[in-house]
């Protein structure tokens, strides 16, 4: 399973609904990392920001 994740959309105005379903996502795929990891299967999280970018 691969996650992909934008880490800097996180700071939108409004958008409340969008940063509980994204921050699940995250969550849900650090758990099935440690649950499913021994098993031999391959989780990651891929969380691209522009470099260079200001930290908010």
Not at 1 to 7: S, W
């Amino acid at each position: 399973m691969v996650d992909i994740d934008l880490v800097g959309s996180f700071h939108v105005l409004r958008q409340a609904h969008a940063c509980a379903a994204k921050a699940g996502v995250g969550q849900l795929t650090r758990v099935m990392a440690l649950e499913w990891g021994g098993e031999g299967a391959r989780i990651n999280s891929i969380s691209p920001e522009a470099a260079g970018a200001a930290a908010a």
